[in-house]
């Protein structure tokens, strides 16, 4: 397996070709995310006409791609087609509903749902770097694509991850952190000390030799606790690993690989032990969520684990060349934080023994080595609107007239930055996991102003601030949007996606399920 081999799959993009004549629909989905693979059903299942084109390969974001273990909050909260997808996997595993489940079952779900709808899906599109959208006023009319193609749509929905459609839209938005003062918002800014994905006990961040700060350590000082910066919030990749024998492939050294760089690791390996007075094992540095079949999904924690700190900053701005590096260096990162706790003998030799009856599913994501096929960008661009979500909604005004369904999971962002304290020790901070009562989210989040564009709808970067976002970035969540932004096109037609008569909206989405009301269930 060659260090390119990953990101050439997971981000391919077809090559230039003569011009066809554009595609004509009545809805074009942007990214195959879940939200949008459900956007672009629920507004087939209106009776338009669906084109759904994904910038890469594969489908189904980050649902697909090793997130098994479902974010859901409160289940209660959960109705409609994000249910219905869930109900729908739960019926291939013999159960009623399965929130945990392996990748490509989800992925066969979503295709099948896809098919029924009749949705023309089309795959390796994306969007020109420059000219890619063009506009008539307020209103786009159609998208261009690096491989030559183009198509044509009376409303548009920009459903991926990174906001490209919005921003070559001219639609105004944001990336970062915003201030405690912008919104009035105590959860706002540079964060506090956090009790989860921190450095519990003292460990030196200051290299022995050169007295400068370890790999993987920022050079910049944290800043004033609440204020605004334009950082963001760390990436990772979820790992869908097995320890069966008969279907384990070893995650591979990267090329390049340094074991200087993982002494920061090593060091807090060291303290671990010291402090807790007992040898770490893996439960304390991955949370591992186990799926069918001998499968889990690995995530982060603690404060050294597959959360890359720091490297993801870049990443919404930047050209398609910058995000391939990004996304390789993540790859790079994650790859050899597997390999040192597999091989260094700085590591316990416990955790060493443990960590090696661990690999990659092999029956998963086969055309790309056995590596999840996307990135998990926990966010990147986020809209700005007329009506902007904050904190005060996710805490306090819970009830939205234009309501379009429910969100409940905690405000939950992972670490931004590490840095090194006055004296020589290291500090994680960003990390933000604060309960939420169940609330409403509002139509007006999926909406740009309507002099920007009125035809647009935008169900994954919605309006919202940092610390709002940081709830509705679930996956079921993404769903739920997702259906409303399809149904909305079906009552736009016609008129600006701002006029929308949202008492029928929400009339419409009722009838499929969705839910409005959190009834605790006993």
Known sequence: MTRRLFVGQALACGGLQSAPPPKRYDVLVYGATSGGIIAAVAAAREGL???LAEQGRYLGGMTTSGLGRTDYGKKETIGGYSLEF????GKKYGEPVSWFFEPHMAELVFKEMLTEAKVDVFTERRLRASGGVRKRGARIRELFFENGTAIEAALFIDAAYEGDLLNQAKVKYTVGREGVTHYDETLAGVRPRDRNHQFDFAVRGIGEVTKKPLADIGLAPRGEIGAADKKVQAYNFRLCLTRNPANRVEIPKPNGYDPARWTLAARYLEAFAREKKRVPEMKDLFLVGVMPNGKTDFNNRGPVSTDYIGASWDYPEADYAGRAAIWQAHIDYTAGLFYFLRTDERVPESLRVEMATWGLAADEF??????????HVREARRLIGDFVMTQRDIQTDLTKEDAIGMGSYNSDSRNVQRYIQADG???NEGN???????????YRVLLPKKKEAENLLVPVC????????STLRIEPVYMIMGQAAGVAAKLAVGKAVQDVDTAALRARLKSQGTIFEWVQSK
């Open 49 to 51: 006409r669906v084109a």
């Open 86 to 89: 869930y109900q729908r996997l």
């Open 366 to 375: 086969a055309s790309t080595n056995h590596w999840p096929h996307q990135l």
């Open 425 to 427: 020790t290291v500090q």
């Open 432 to 442: 933000m996991e604060v309960r939420v009562t169940p609330y409403q989210i509002p």
């Open 462 to 469: 919605v309006s919202s601030s940092h610390v709002a976002h």
